[in-house]
C-alpha cells in the first residue's frame, strides 16, 4: 500500500524565512504528488502537483526519487502562509491517501 | 456553479442518536468521497463511491454508512452516534482518475455529547 509520511505535525518560522514542509513517500510505481492546502476555518484546496512543474504562492516542490521525497519549499514565508499542509500521492484507482499534515505557523 | 456543498454546517448529537449528512457536487463528478479530519490524525477516509449506485469502504467505515442514489449526491449516516465520531467531516469530489484533483466542501463540524 502507498505510504506519505509528514514527519512534522507543527512548523513554526519567522515572516520573511524559508519554508521547507517535508513529505516522503512509498509508491513502487512512477508517483504523481499533490500538496493540498487548508487555511483556518476553509475548506482543503490543491496548492500544487508536482507533475505540472509550476509555483503557487511562491511554493514550489521537487519530487525527488532518490531519497523518495516531495517537499514543499517557499524562500520567504508571509504571514498569509499559516495554515495546514497535507501531501497527497494517488493511489491507482483507491482513493488519495492523505499525509496526517503539517501545520505551518508563521510568526510576524 | 456551487461546487461541493454540505449539510449541515454543525451539528450536536447525544449518544445513539442518529443523522444524515448530504453532500452535493454540481461539477458531474464520478467519485466522491467522505473524510473525517481529526487532530494529530489528518484526513482518513471513511467510505468513497467510484459511481451512482456504488459504495466502497475507506480506512475508517465503521458506525457509518453511506449511500449514492443520484450521481450528485453522496450521504453520510451514523445510525448510532458516539462521541469517538465527534469530528470535522468533508466530502470531496473529482472526476475519476486517482489522479485528477480532488474538490471538498467546507466541511461539517459535529459533536457527540
Known amino acids: 500500500a502507498q505510504r506519505v509520511t509528514q514527519p512534522e505535525k507543527l512548523l513554526s518560522v519567522f515572516k520573511g524565512a524559508p519554508v521547507e514542509l517535508k513529505c516522503n513517500y512509498s509508491?513502487?510505481?512512477?508517483?504523481?504528488l499533490f500538496w493540498y492546502v487548508q487555511y483556518s476555518r476553509q475548506r482543503l484546496q490543491l496548492l500544487l502537483r508536482?507533475?505540472s512543474r509550476e509555483s503557487i504562492k511562491g511554493f514550489t516542490a521537487d519530487l525527488n526519487k532518490g531519497e523518495t521525497s516531495f517537499h514543499l519549499k517557499k524562500p520567504f514565508a508571509q504571514e498569509e502562509d499559516s495554515a495546514m499542509y497535507y501531501c497527497?500521492?494517488?493511489?491507482?484507482?483507491?482513493?488519495?491517501?492523505f499525509g496526517k499534515g503539517t501545520r505551518l505557523s508563521v510568526i510576524a | 456553479n456551487a461546487g461541493v456543498t454540505q449539510t449541515p454546517k454543525f451539528r450536536v448529537l447525544k449518544t445513539g442518536q442518529s443523522m444524515t449528512l448530504l453532500c452535493a457536487q454540481d461539477?458531474?463528478?464520478?467519485?466522491m468521497y467522505w473524510y473525517r479530519q481529526d487532530p494529530g490524525m489528518g484526513l482518513r477516509l471513511i467510505h468513497y463511491?467510484?459511481?451512482?449506485?456504488?459504495?466502497a469502504k475507506g480506512e475508517v467505515p465503521d458506525g457509518y454508512n453511506v449511500s449514492r442514489l443520484k450521481k450528485q449526491n453522496f450521504l453520510l449516516g451514523l445510525e448510532s452516534a458516539a462521541p469517538s465520531q465527534t469530528s470535522v467531516y468533508f466530502c470531496?469530489?473529482?472526476?475519476?482518475?486517482?489522479?485528477?484533483?480532488?474538490?471538498f466542501g467546507p466541511g461539517t463540524r459535529l459533536t457527540v455529547t
Open positions: 497527497a500521492p494517488p493511489s491507482g484507482n483507491t482513493p488519495l491517501v
Open positions: 509508491y513502487s510505481g512512477s508517483p504523481e
Open positions: 508536482h507533475i
Open positions: 461539477m458531474n463528478h464520478e467519485y
Open positions: 463511491s467510484v459511481g451512482e449506485g456504488t459504495t
Open positions: 470531496a469530489s473529482n472526476k475519476g482518475l486517482a489522479s485528477n484533483e480532488q474538490y
